[in-house]
């Protein structure tokens, strides 16, 4: 029987329907066939199921030899860390990340943190898992073995700035009672003692997996409110905002407005070539204008990557880039082993509003002028392919460059527009830009919409 909990490259689910305790345990009895794996590095976030996955995935990898190398309470990214640091043969995050209480899951990165291969890697753990027929395991069972990285990985996020260079700032903080708050306390104590004239107001800060105020997810306007307020009430310099298991980060500028994702790729990609120029920066083709034209402005060359982190990590090796950017919030740097980091890219911000002397807003307000976007619209239509048809037939003509990267993308002189599946729901996502032309991107955007509504 299939296990429906096997995403595209990860595994999520409703508990008790898709995934649980004996369905965790044969995974992490499949991933240790797969990678014939010696030590795993193996984590958990603060959702109130987390911990009895993960003791089923610790059961399952020492059922075939592994030693398991537990860092327990933590961020996704640090799972990624730690498999590099300790050198173990793969790693695996207990999480649904941003998903509902009642779901979760399990991300999993192979030898150096590298993404899992679809073929012969992830689809066979699949089938191993899915059939359960699990004869004796390998050897003598594995150990467990309480591990502590999180010293280390400070110091790992702390090496992209120097500290003493910031500019007196302060900052507001939602951890939003996910993951963040204990990791984000190691990073700040480590910035402040190194001499950075930077302050922290912290709301929601300490986990709670009965999460009170909401799942953390940023992403969705209906969650941004509380942050925004907060700056505003504490007047702060920008506001940061993460989601469950921190692998992603959002920000506000000094106003409480919500910077759109495009334009945060953007500035991360200018701090970056600030200290490298001259290096290659990975974009995913939703939005790209914007980013092609400051990182071009900065010195630097950019490169398309289909959405999704295994193929921005993969393009990102494939072209030696520096970093990685989605406008999803999702944040890649070469010296994090190619892997996203929710920590590293408000550091970076910090270090260029320092070294720019700018607001927030003010870095932000030229870009909106210039490349403004319709942010991600999604829809859940009857027959996806025939509206990625009808809207290919229906602009064909009037294009300058069609491109099937990822989805559908087509632009014209003044505007540009790229629809495609998502790759973790049942939806067409549709991103629109212009240059510099809000009224021909309105426009656009209820044209396209309503083309794919009547699909």
Not at 399 to 421: E, H, K, Q, T, V
Request: charged share 25%.
């Amino acid at each position: 029987m299939p296990l429906t909990c096997f995403k595209t490259y990860d595994i999520r689910g409703t508990l008790g329907e898709n995934i649980d305790e004996d369905i965790a345990l044969r995974i992490g009895r499949a991933f240790a066939k797969v990678l014939d794996a010696g030590s795993v590095v193996l984590g958990r976030d603060v959702r109130k199921s987390s911990p009895a996955l993960h003791k089923a995935v610790a059961e399952g990898l020492m059922l075939e030899g592994v030693d398991v190398l537990d860092i327990g309470h933590c961020g996704t990214e640090e799972v990624y860390f730690a498999t590099d640091h300790l050198n173990a043969d793969g790693g695996l995050m207990v999480t649904a990340s941003h998903n509902p209480k009642s779901d979760n899951g399990i991300k999993m990165v192979g030898r150096g943190a590298r993404p899992i291969p679809e073929n012969g890697g992830f689809s066979a753990m699949h089938d191993i898992a899915a059939a359960n027929a699990f004869a004796e395991g390998r050897g003598p069972p594995g150990r467990l073995q309480g591990v502590d990285v999180r010293d280390a990985y400070a110091d790992r996020v702390l090496s992209f700035i120097e500290p003493a260079s910031l500019l007196p700032m302060k900052v507001l903080v939602n951890a939003g009672n996910g993951s963040a708050g204990p990791t984000f306390d190691v990073i700040a104590q480590k910035l402040l003692t190194a001499g950075a004239p930077i302050s922290f107001v912290t709301i929601n800060h300490e986990p709670n997996g009965d999460f009170p105020k909401g799942v953390p997810n940023p992403l969705l306007p209906e969650n941004r409110p509380g942050t925004a307020d907060a700056v505003r009430a504490n007047s702060a310099d920008l506001g940061i905002a993460w989601d469950g298991d921190f692998d992603r980060c959002f920000f506000f500028d000094e106003h409480g407005a919500f910077v759109d994702g495009e334009y945060v790729v953007a500035l991360i990609a200018a701090a970056i070539l600030a200290k490298s120029p001259g290096e290659t920066v990975v974009h995913d083709p939703r939005v790209v204008w914007n980013t092609m034209e400051v990182v071009s402005k900065n010195g630097g060359r950019t490169v398309a990557s289909r959405t999704g982190h295994a193929f921005v990590k993969e393009t990102m090796r494939a072209h030696d880039a520096v970093y990685g950017g989605e406008m999803s919030a999702h944040h890649y740097f070469r010296d994090f082993m190619y892997c996203d980091s929710g920590m590293i890219p408000w550091l970076l911000l910090l270090s260029h509003m320092s070294r720019t002397r700018c607001a927030l807003s003010e870095l932000v307000s030229d870009m909106r002028r210039a490349h403004p976007s319709s942010g991600e619209l999604n829809f859940r239509v009857a027959n996806p392919d025939r509206a990625i048809s009808d809207i290919e037939q229906r602009y064909r003509a009037a294009s300058i460059d069609i491109d099937r990267l990822d989805g559908l993308s087509m632009a014209f002189p003044d505007w540009r527009f790229n629809l495609r599946r998502s790759n973790t729901e049942a939806l067409l996502r549709l991103n629109v830009e212009s240059r510099g032309d809000r009224e021909l991107l309105a426009e656009k955007t209820r044209e396209l919409s309503a083309v794919i509504d009547k699909a």
